[in-house]
């Protein structure tokens, strides 16, 4: 089983991703291929006790920063843990690459340097977001700023698989995001995106879904395209950020109030926790010629130990092999 | 000033319609026409004690249902107290027209009963959405699912001219609703409405905003196209919503949290009040040849006596004309 991490992407990085790769090395008793500042990377590890004879260490001179304008950074960053980790992946598409760097970098190198399953037109991310029961894996979150009817269907599709796969949810529900209940509500997109994804036998699909309804976790599988699932995530965390300030406001306001809140405080904790989706694991951009697993830029040792968790379940049940023969039988069709 | 409400519009309908007028005929020293049952009406009025020779009341059989079909409803019930209403909004463009009724079909109908004004594409309607500093106009919020570049222009000038004229803010931000903050970034339609925007003489347009800080309340008008406004502005309430809900079930655990809960209540009901967007005031539907406003279909009398506010401001501070003059000076360019 071959998982390589990107040990230099995220704002925690290198600590907390060799950190995490440690704990998954020993939790699970894999071994793992981890791609960064070879003396760095090499340092990090001994600090902390890494078990013997689990870790490969790639060298890469370069790190594709947050900020940088993600094509340019493939592109232009060669030697760069984010491109020399896509290019392992490349070399073996069984593999898993997992970074925490990034976000848009990893969509374009994953479309660049590995390349898009043959039949699918699209690759898209997938993120768990949180809803009031658990999560819902939102696809596509941002990969593809402007699709087709024929888009999300490939994205429905996907996302059952992996859901069904990695995250053990048995006949997964989908929803498509829609303004109105009705079958006839919404754009051209929508309208031509319902009448496909009715047709298409290998999902379970229940309808529209509205926005109002999301965090009930009506469905587990939440399709629709990239600006509106991006306009979603975001949306989701800056109006749970923005009632944990009126929150902050009210509950600082007097001693009572203070008092109120000191008691109040685990369960604040629960909640915060809840919302936060860097809690809920990687996502994953399914599609490409392999596994690619983005974890949260602010992922720490825990988060990143889940991503590799999910890498293991995405190799060990065949995620990418069933995307592929879900491609070729609906060609033969 | 010629105000007309829809009395039998909203869930309190028609006690809390009436109350509203009653309390907007006192506070405003304003006459009212209310749209209804005469005798439901007349019989709400007195029993409420309002001012004698400040009503009218034209009769109106019919009610259009809050789950009727919008075009088939406009359609089929010509004696319903919304058709009436739009249809005394038409024989005179200067009244404005307020309901708390079905919002589809008030959409609808101010589209086939009252008309577009000449050179606006497209009407559309922006309520006021709650953010950390008070609240910013949404334009379109669902009334268009599919846009042009030029549809979104028109938008921004319409909720520029209406946020400066209704809610008094002078020379209104204006952002674009983009999944990126660079000019570059987003679908086809942000990408080719930014540059339209930017070219705008009449507008103060500072760019795009992403979601994850609309409730910073960074401009004062949001412009997007209607199915994602539509998708923002209900999953804003719904992800709150989902909030409460939390909170709800962590404040009442145990003993301890429940007097937690107690000390907190007041700043609760507070966040509440600052999310909820029926505080917000109605939402005018912007680009018909005369005044609608859409109430909350929860309106209570406080709520429609702000919506009857705005209408006056909305006449007395000529919306409609600077609209129409912003129209005809843009095609004389």
């Known amino acids: 089983m071959n998982i390589i991490v990107d040990a230099m992407g995220g704002d925690n990085a290198p600590g907390e991703i060799v950190q995490g790769c440690i704990d998954a090395a020993r939790e699970y008793g894999i071994s793992l291929t981890l791609v ?19 870790f490969t260490v790639v060298h890469a001179p370069e790190v594709v920063e947050a900020d940088d304008a993600p094509v340019a950074a493939i592109r232009a960053k060669k030697d760069s843990s984010m491109v020399k980790g896509l290019e392992l992946l490349k070399q073996d598409p069984k593999a898993v690459f997992v970074s925490a760097g990034n976000t848009g970098a990893l969509m374009a190198g994953g479309l660049l340097k590995v390349g898009r399953i043959k039949g699918i037109d699209r690759p898209a991310l997938a993120p ?53 209940q009705e079958e006839t509500k919404g754009n051209e997109l929508t309208k031509e995106a319902y009448r496909l994804l009715k047709a298409e036998k290998s999902i379970n699909f229940v309808g529209n879904v509205e926005p109002r309804d999301m965090l ?118």
Chains 1, 2 share one sequence.
């Not at 760095?40 to 004879?53: F, S």
């Not at 939440?222 to 902050?248: H, P, R, S, W």
Request: aromatic share 6%.
């Open 36 to 54: 960064g500042k070879e003396d760095v990377v090499w340092g990090e590890l001994k600090k902390r006790n890494a078990p013997e004879g689990k």
């Open 128 to 180: 768990m977001i949180p809803n009031l029961k658990g999560s819902t894996l939102l696809i596509d979150a941002g990969a593809n700023a402007e699709c087709k009817p024929q888009n999300l269907v490939q994205f429905a599709v996907m996302g059952s698989i992996y859901m069904e796969k990695v995250m053990g949810y048995k006949n997964p529900t989908v929803g498509l995001v829609n303004i109105g």
């Open 216 to 333: 009930e976790g009506v469905v587990d599988v939440l399709v629709c395209d990239g600006f509106v699932g991006n306009v979603i995530l975001k949306l989701t965390e800056g109006v749970a950020l923005g009632l944990f300030q009126m929150l902050k406001e009210e509950l600082t306001k007097n001693a009572v109030t203070k008092m109120g809140a000191l008691l109040l405080k685990p369960g604040f904790k629960r909640i915060k926790k809840r919302m936060d989706y860097a809690e809920h694991g990687g996502a994953p951009l399914l599609g490409v010629k392999g596994g690619i697993i983005k974890a949260h830029g602010s992922s720490d040792a825990r988060a990143i130990k889940n991503a590799v968790r999910q890498a293991m379940l995405f190799i060990q049940n065949n995620v990418l092999e069933t995307i592929t023969d879900y491609v070729r039988s609906s060609e033969e069709v």
